[in-house]
């Protein structure tokens, strides 16, 4: 809607002659947008969520780009790489994969995680598509969700392919090996490597068929990920974007842009979607 982004940009015009003390005018924008994004997953009959790393911030899993980003630290290219990985495992374990498994093995989901749940259990949302490795939809108790990246649940061996829980990986020797003496590597997509079949080819299909699709926590600057909502708009949905920031699809594909924490933005919607509904 663009109508939505010049009453944005009138707010702010607005605030500057009244003062946010007086009338604070972002504030009812937000709470309008709430209201409409109610309304909106009221009306639809087929909603999903495509979600990324924003989403799991609150749970103390760091993003990847922005503040405090682990881009930010580290060039992808020399830990996410396929290719850096067959190189030199060890480093890659060392930098990237311990810390992760330390903090993604203590990890719980926060209510941005428990808000889509929650929409799944009011009978609104089917599937989640996650970019995330981190397994916090499914703890929340999403039931079907695709994990786009793959995950972090799993390691696998690099020769003989057995699968281990990650939680019961022994890190004391890194790189970790499988009993075969095989290297463990995380069930996740580095870059380089293909999306698993299955779930693009079913990411595509639910983007194509739904009528609104929530959109948390990403950046939208991943490929083939961030397609999702492009097929999803194409095809008729609408677009809400949840996030902070502004991102690639706020001003071409997203219906509106809830500008905030997933958290909040999600126990808000649900609040006034069950007074709606
Ligand atoms: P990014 O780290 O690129 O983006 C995180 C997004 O979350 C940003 O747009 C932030 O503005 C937003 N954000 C920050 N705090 C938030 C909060 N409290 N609630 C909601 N949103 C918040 O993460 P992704 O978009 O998931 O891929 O990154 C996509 C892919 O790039 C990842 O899956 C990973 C990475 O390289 C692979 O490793 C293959």
Redesign the pocket.
């Known amino acids: 809607m663009i109508w939505f982004l010049s009453c944005e940009t009138s707010d702010r015009h607005l605030n500057t002659f009244l003062g946010p003390q007086q009338f604070d005018l972002n504030e009812v924008n937000m709470k309008e947008l709430i209201k409409q994004a109610a309304e909106d997953l009221a009306a639809a009959g087929k909603v999903t969520a495509l979600?990324?790393?924003?989403?799991s911030?609150?749970s103390g899993i760091?993003?990847?780009?922005?503040k405090g980003?682990?881009?930010e630290r580290f060039d992808?290219m020399e830990i996410?790489h396929i290719d850096a990985l067959m190189r030199d495992p060890a480093k890659v374990w060392t930098i990237l994969v311990k810390e992760m498994k330390e903090i993604v093995d203590t990890a719980v989901p926060n209510d941005?995680h428990k808000g889509l749940a929650k929409l799944e259990e009011m009978g609104k949302l089917k599937t989640v598509i996650t970019?995330?490795?981190d397994g916090l939809h499914q703890a929340a108790g999403n039931t079907d969700v695709i994990e786009?990246?793959?995950t972090f649940a799993w390691q696998r061996c690099m020769d003989c392919s057995r699968e281990y829980e990650t939680s019961k990986v022994d890190i004391s020797e890194i790189p970790p090996r499988c009993s075969c003496g095989g290297i463990l590597r995380p069930d996740?997509?580095?870059?380089g490597?293909m999306i698993p079949q299955e779930a693009l080819w079913r990411s595509r299909q639910i983007a194509f068929d739904c009528d609104l699709m929530l959109v948390?926590?990403?950046?939208?600057?991943?490929q083939p990920?961030?397609l999702m909502p492009v097929i999803a708009k194409e095809n008729g949905a609408k677009v809400v974007e949840?996030?902070?920031?502004r991102?690639p699809l706020t001003d071409e594909i997203s219906d509106y842009l809830i500008t905030?924490?997933?958290?909040?933005?999600m126990n808000q919607i649900i609040e006034k979607l069950e007074q709606i509904s």
């Open positions: 979600t990324g790393a924003g989403i911030i609150e760091p993003p990847f780009r922005g980003g682990l881009w992808p996410a941005g970019q995330n490795i786009f990246h793959g996740a997509v580095f870059f490597e948390v926590g990403t950046s939208a600057v991943v990920a961030a949840i996030n902070p920031e991102t905030g924490g997933a958290g909040d933005v």
